[in-house]
T-cell receptor, first 111, second 114 residues
Framework: DAKTTQPTSMDCAEGRAANLPCNHS???????VYWYRQIHSQGPQYIIH???NNETNEMASLIITEDRKSSTLILPHATLRDTAVYYC????????????FGKGTKLSVKP | GAVVSQHPSRVICKSGTSVKIECRSL??????MFWYRQFPKQSLMLMAT?????????EQGVEKDKFLINHASLTLSTLTVTSAHPEDSSFYIC??????????FGSGTRLTVV
């Protein structure tokens, strides 16, 4: 079973920041938080991942709480092409740590 | 960045025939690859873990004799759906472990069994 809880769906206005929450209260000390997104009928696309510290790349920012029990993915300026299902996953990475997908959050970016 | 190529993207086959899906790591060596299945409006479900040079590890409820996995090289894993039936119609996706604790996914294969 997935070890994360996410809202089923969210809406966001185009050009605004999209903040997607994720709860992972049972995360272990060696587990990373990964975010992927899936646009219809495509393979999941990597967005970002982190262990303890906040992370930022060209796509998004990842804010992890100090107790690591929850995190937020931030898309700073959402566009219509960001409409997708966003998955938050915890895994220890590597060959033994496969990714178990939950149901994700369906983000709809509206004009 | 790391790229995983999956072929074919779409395949239609007759019931009772077998279909092979290929997953290649293009610019890196993938010791471990994963195979997922996704039914409409559902999330990805892990089917098996494929390790180069050894037998695949299947998740509970996945028939290893029906879904044959071969990972004979560090850049290629194949999934063969044997004696396919309409209920095997699904979206099949592979992924590979990359460096820096990352995972890269293929673009998926839409299998339709008629």
């Amino acid at each position: 079973d997935a070890k994360t809880t996410q809202p089923t769906s969210m809406d966001c206005a185009e050009g605004r920041a999209a903040n997607l929450p994720c709860n992972h209260s049972t995360i272990s000390g060696n587990e990373y938080v990964y975010w992927y997104r899936q646009i219809h009928s495509q393979g999941p696309q990597y967005i970002i991942h982190g262990l303890k510290n906040n992370e930022t790349n060209e796509m998004a920012s990842l804010i992890i709480t100090e107790d690591r029990k929850s995190s937020t993915l931030i898309l700073p300026h959402a566009t219509l092409r960001d409409t997708a299902v966003y998955y938050c996953i915890v895994s220890d990475g590597g060959s033994q740590g496969n990714l178990i997908f939950g149901k994700g959050t369906k983000l709809s970016v509206k004009p | 960045g790391a790229v995983v190529s999956q072929h074919p993207s779409r395949v239609i086959c007759k019931s009772g025939t077998s279909v092979k899906i290929e997953c290649r790591s293009l610019d890196f060596q993938a010791t471990t690859m994963f195979w997922y299945r996704q039914f409409p409006k559902q999330s990805l479900m892990l089917m098996a873990t494929s390790n180069e040079g050894s037998k695949a590890t299947y998740e509970q409820g996945v028939e290893k004799d029906k879904f044959l996995i071969n990972h004979a090289s560090l850049t290629l894993s194949t999934l063969t759906v044997t004696s396919a039936h309409p209920e095997d119609s699904s979206f099949y996706i592979c992924s590979a472990v990359t460096g820096n604790y990352g995972y890269t996914f293929g673009s998926g294969t839409r299998l339709t069994v008629v």
